[in-house]
T-cell receptor, first 113, second 116 residues
Framework: GDSVTQMEGPVTLSEEAFLTINCTYT??????LFWYVQYPGEGLQLLLK?????DKGSNKGFEATYRKETTSFHLEKGSVQVSDSAVYFC????????????FGKGTLLTVNP | DTEVTQTPKHLVMGMTNKKSLKCEQH?????MYWYKQKAKKPPELMFV???????INESVPSRFSPECPNSSLLNLHLHALQPEDSALYLC???????????????FGPGTRLTVT
């Protein structure tokens, strides 16, 4: 079945540091890939997505590229802010009539001033 | 507008109570979902509705009863819950479209449920 593996952290960075959160996946066919962010006490927000190989999703300074050859979708940001402190989930949707999202375990990011 | 709303925000209930969680979206989405999320864990899928019909039940105990009155509304009726059911309950919606462009789900803020 489908699965997502992401670095679990926690990750602690200083403000303006470079961020990478690794995500790899296993899926049949051509999944869509997502990064969701969850701020403390809130629901999940869609951060970015990519639907086919070599697509780059981007939003709010975050980027991730759909790499089919390495089955990866790593999240990056060049300069993090304190307000980026949250839990980040990598997820995939296998498509077809299966509406399920398969999530990674989540990575807690803390950014210190 | 990509907003999904949920009420109430917080709910405390005893094990003999009956309560309901409500979810609403006005994005024209035809698939709606209930998830349960425990602390420090990813969301776990409970139910999927597609075109107001239940399409997936992830072996959820019968003390949780979903209902989809129309394409914009989703309810979760709760009865005789256990303390281990305490969690954040999230609603989500998506286009009911098998195209690769439309698989993303939009989540509400959740209802924090405590069972005493």
């Amino acid at each position: 079945g489908d699965s997502v593996t992401q670095m679990e952290g926690p990750v602690t960075l200083s403000e303006e540091a470079f961020l990478t959160i690794n995500c790899t996946y296993t899926a049949t066919g051509y999944p869509s890939l997502f990064w969701y962010v969850q701020y403390p006490g809130e629901g999940l927000q869609l951060l970015l997505k990519a639907t086919k190989a070599d697509d780059k999703g981007s939003n709010k300074g975050f980027e991730a590229t759909y790499r089919k050859e390495t089955t990866s979708f790593h999240l990056e940001k060049g300069s993090v802010q304190v307000s980026d402190s949250a839990v980040y989930f990598c997820a995939l949707s296998g498509g077809g009539s299966n509406y399920k999202l398969t999530f990674g375990k989540g990575t807690l990011l803390t950014v210190n001033p | 507008d990509t907003e999904v709303t949920q009420t109430p925000k917080h709910l405390v209930m005893g094990m003999t109570n009956k309560k309901s969680l409500k979810c609403e979206q006005h994005m024209g989405h035809r698939a709606m979902y209930w998830y349960k999320q425990k602390a420090k864990k990813p969301p776990e899928l409970m139910f999927v509705y597609s075109y107001e019909k239940l399409s997936i039940n992830e072996s959820v105990p019968s003390r949780f009863s979903p209902e989809c009155p129309n394409s914009s509304l989703l309810n979760l009726h709760l009865h005789a819950l256990q303390p281990e059911d305490s969690a954040l309950y999230l609603c989500a919606s998506s286009q009911d479209n098998q195209g690769a462009q439309d698989r993303e789900q939009y989540f509400g803020p959740g209802t924090r449920l405590t069972v005493t």
